[in-house]
């Protein structure tokens, strides 16, 4: 079956780095997603990967491995704002979106 | 623009019953997409439609129906609603080039009784 595994909820000081890990088993790979999801609000994109290595976008940046079925979302200088579930999502061979069920991220003052 | 625009927001709908959920896109994206978001799971697909006229099933079509009558309006029909379709629903688009980034409706919150 197809699964993409990320932790359930994280908790990160502001101003402080936090990686959010996913790994992934799929049948084919034709890239991998980041969302942003608030509380009640939809999901918003943040970032794609379809090479091996690093994406940096501002104070975002994504990695991926497809040797290792890994990749992470890194945030730094983290803000009360950055406060939401961040998801994890692969495109299939069938061009379709497996999802990962987030990643809860808590800011604290 | 106002993107991806979906109705209700949320209704409380007794067991039963028949519900149509409404979608459109002003992007002229080709592909449009149903979802269901779980506590604990992810979003996982209803149904998806590829291009204007075409449909498919995806991962949990169980219980629903579309129809793509024009490449704007996408909507999602509870034949008769039980109380596990209680979720929200997401509508999505992609222009089906590149990254074929999807792009997400505000959702709605359906509650069945």
Redesign the interface.
């Known amino acids: 079956g197809q699964n ?1 595994d990320q932790p359930t909820e994280m908790t990160a000081t502001e101003g402080a780095i936090v990686q959010i890990n996913c790994t992934y088993q799929t049948s084919g790979f034709n ?1 991998l ?1 980041w969302y942003q999801q608030h509380a009640g ?5 943040l970032s ?1 990967n ?1 090479l091996d290595g690093l994406e940096e976008k501002g104070r975002f940046s994504s990695f991926l491995s497809r040797s290792k079925g890994y990749s992470y979302l890194l945030l730094k200088e983290l803000q009360m704002k950055d406060s939401a579930s961040y ?1 994890c ?1 692969v ?1 299939d061979s069938n ?8 990643t809860k991220l808590i800011i604290k003052p | 623009i106002a993107g991806i625009t979906q109705a209700p927001t949320s209704q409380i709908l007794a067991a039963g019953r028949r519900m149509t959920l409404r979608c459109t896109q002003d992007m002229r994206h080709n592909a449009m997409y149903w979802y269901r978001q779980d506590l ?6 209803i149904h ?1 439609s590829n291009t204007a006229g075409t449909t498919g099933k ?1 991962e949990v079509p169980d219980g629903y129906s579309v129809s793509r009558a024009n490449t704007d309006d996408f909507p999602l029909t509870l034949a008769s609603a039980v109380p596990s379709q209680t979720s929200v629903y ?1 509508c999505a688009s992609s222009d089906g080039t590149g ?9 709605t919150r359906l509650t069945v009784l």
């Open positions: 993409i890239g997603f609000e939809a999901p918003t994109f794609y379809v998801l999502a495109m061009y379709q979106l497996i999802w990962g069920a987030g | 604990g799971l992810g979003l996982r697909l998806y995806g997401f990254t074929d980034t999807q792009y997400f409706g505000p959702g």
